[in-house]
């Protein structure tokens, strides 16, 4: 069985991608994990909760809606530093309207999309499942976003001794996550993920 936990810098597989901003913030010790996964889930599956538009910079970048170029670039970058696995589920939250970029780009992850003011994030904290549901079938869980309102599941995720991994721009991550043991910090430059995959 492989560890459940994060590598450490220097023995991350995607340690020559340094130069694209990938950056371990915060390392911390697991809670012990008082809640077993179901002995049918593959080894090691890891849910992954990425808000596409958060992860892009916005829905708007440089005056410009953005479009399959960018969710794909954001999704590839996504994808390297969260160590997603062919056995991995991912649920992409989106607003509506950028909805059919992501649908073209995500392949058979699930895609949720919502209206309104925190709307994607809503949406996937609903798609996601109780923590307890999800400690049951999932080994660790990717959070593809800074923001706060996903800093209480990683908590009690966390509690549960779930590890969990918080992908996010430079700049954008909630020092609420900061506060969370066994939450690991990854941080990127958009600037930088974005020039090296033109």
Known sequence: ????????????????????????????VLSPRTVPVQDHVPDQRALHLVDIENQAGGAIVDGLAIGVREVAVSLDNYVDLARFEATDHMIIGCNP??????????????????????????????????????AQ?????????????????????ARLGVPVNVVGRDGSISHRFRQIRGVTIHSFDIAVAGSVAQ
Do not use: C
Request: no cysteine; net charge negative.
């Open 97 to 134: 309207a950028l909805a059919p970029a992501v649908l073209q780009v995500a392949g058979n992850r699930r895609v949720v999309p919502r209206h309104g003011e925190n709307g994607a994030d809503l949406a996937l904290l609903d798609a996601a499942g109780t923590p307890e549901w999800i």
């Open 137 to 157: 079938h999932y080994y660790r869980v990717a959070i593809g976003s800074g923001d706060g309102i996903f800093a209480d599941l990683a908590a009690d995720l």
């Open 1 to 28: 069985m492989r560890d459940a936990g994060l590598m450490t810098n220097a023995s991350h597989p995607l340690q020559a991608k340094a130069d694209l901003g990938w950056r371990p913030r915060h390392l911390t």
